[in-house]
């Protein structure tokens, strides 16, 4: 069911054609769509670090504290999971709980996905995911690929790490329906995603060095958002029952200020 400040795409498409671009130097980012509101992104990212510590990142267990529009991680279910060639395939249904914001609209919202994780060749390691179900979505489905950077003398020196990846939304907040520049405004929804994503990755980065490992980082991640999201739940629970005090108060006609 749609939130009740999202209403369902409107049904005329056409006219919202576009691109939309960013390129820094680490990273190049393209948003496209025809006619219509599925949007292709694609992402040409460099990390200073080898292919195996971001490839880590994506299929972590548990992301909450990681990138900052997923809340909480709910179950995983591991559905296959078999030896191939170095490393493993596995095939994995993932279900997270995301926040998303589009100018003052506000919603959160629970994605369910499958994911194939293979990391059998260490020179090209890859997760494709497919929604199987979504509060804001009706596709969402990609793939990640991190290959080797080396130097003269063959040396890993970084990594590339390319995602493709289609996205349609079920619904839009009903104050852009009718804007004209809709298809841009969906474009930039899903740049600025792409973006905040890539810099929570390079954050993550950061902290790994000669004593703390990527698996460290990624727990003490994971642990610290944990946290801060219950502390969220107990702030938000405290302001709801000041506010029902308050108003039965003000119903009892006992008037006066509640403290």
Known sequence: MLSKNVIPLPPNGERLAGETVDKKDNYSLLVSNADGYLCHLQATCHFPVAPATVYAIFVNTDNTGVFRDIKTSGRRDVLEE???????????????VGESKVLMFHTTFTT??????????????????????????????????VTPETDASGQVVGCTAVLEQDVLPRGVPAFLANVPVLGSALRGVVI????????????????????????????????????EEADKKAQAQQKRQH???????????????FL
């Not at 039965?248 to 006992?254: A, D, N, T, V, Y």
């Open 243 to 257: 506010a029902q005090a308050a108003a039965e108060q003000k119903k009892s006609g006992r008037g006066g200020r």
């Open 82 to 96: 078999k030896p191939l060639g170095q490393g493993f395939r596995r095939v994995v249904e993932v279900e997270q």
């Open 192 to 227: 600025r995603s792409a973006q905040r994503m890539i810099q929570d990755i390079e954050s993550i980065l950061r902290r790994v060095n000669d004593s703390t490992d990527i698996h460290e980082v990624l727990r003490r991640a994971a642990q610290k958002g944990h946290a």
């Open 112 to 145: 369910e996905v499958r994911v194939v994780e293979d990391d059998s060749d260490p020179q090209h390691l890859t997760t494709e995911f497919e929604l199987i179900r979504s509060d804001i979505l009706n596709r969402f489905h990609g793939s990640w690929q």
